[in-house]
């Protein structure tokens, strides 16, 4: 999920040095900044695939995804946008500045939903756009964290949305099919300048 940012947006200045930089080395592990698909592709339409076993790969894959989450910079991430279709998404509402923030979560389900709110939403599969997406105040959701273990947390305001935001991206929906029709093509047309410009 992206946010409007100004300036650096509480993410490290160091990101905004090395914008070319692809890799960087963090203790042992060499840790990638993986490429974002971004709408229309079809792999954002599909459903992904449950994690059966929490093993080296996807401990790769999670510490990969938060990279690329505070490199873009956004506050989630889900495994579906960097062309991996399985349940696993990070999360973290403080772009970094609080390092318990920091969430993953394997298998998730949405287990309750609660209240309704209208607020600004964007996706960094949807770049440059942000709109008004309608969301459930608060969501509890369940799964697995990255040691395995079955986690339940109740998010409120910002971080409710962002569960929900990335929970629809693992069954293959987008922030603007949570619009009504008439915010749904105005997201459209203002994403269709939007890359015409970025192609300019
Ligand atoms: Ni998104």
């Given at each position: 999920m992206a946010v409007r940012t100004t300036g650096y947006g509480g993410v490290s200045p160091y990101w905004y040095l090395i914008p070319g930089a692809l890799v960087l080395l963090k203790g042992k592990h060499t840790m990638a900044v993986l490429p974002i698909l971004t709408h229309p592709d079809t792999v954002l339409r599909r459903k992904a695939e449950q994690v059966t076993t929490i093993d080296a790969e996807i401990q790769r894959l999670i510490d990969d995804m938060i990279e690329t989450m505070y490199?873009?910079?956004?506050?989630?991430?889900?495994?579906?946008?960097?062309?991996?279709?399985?349940?696993?998404?990070?999360?973290?509402?403080?772009?970094?500045?609080?390092?318990?923030?920091?969430?993953?979560?394997?298998n998730p389900q949405v287990l309750r939903l609660e209240g309704r709110v209208r607020e600004d939403e964007g996706c960094l599969s949807v770049p440059g756009v942000y709109g008004v997406t309608p969301r459930a105040q608060k969501a509890r959701i369940r799964g697995l964290n990255r040691a395995g273990e079955a986690v339940e947390v109740e998010g409120e305001g910002l971080l409710a949305r962002a569960f929900q935001?990335?929970?629809?991206?693992?069954?293959?929906?987008?922030?603007?099919?949570?619009?009504?029709?008439?915010?749904?093509?105005?997201?459209?047309?203002?994403y269709k300048r939007a890359q015409r410009q970025h192609q300019e």
């Open positions: 490199a873009a910079p956004g506050i989630g991430l889900a495994a579906t946008q960097v062309g991996i279709p399985l349940q696993v998404f990070v999360v973290d509402v403080t772009s970094g500045k609080d390092p318990h923030a920091l969430m993953t979560f394997i935001h990335e929970t629809d991206h693992l069954h293959g929906f987008l922030f603007f099919d949570r619009m009504g029709p008439v915010g749904r093509d105005l997201i459209k047309r203002k």
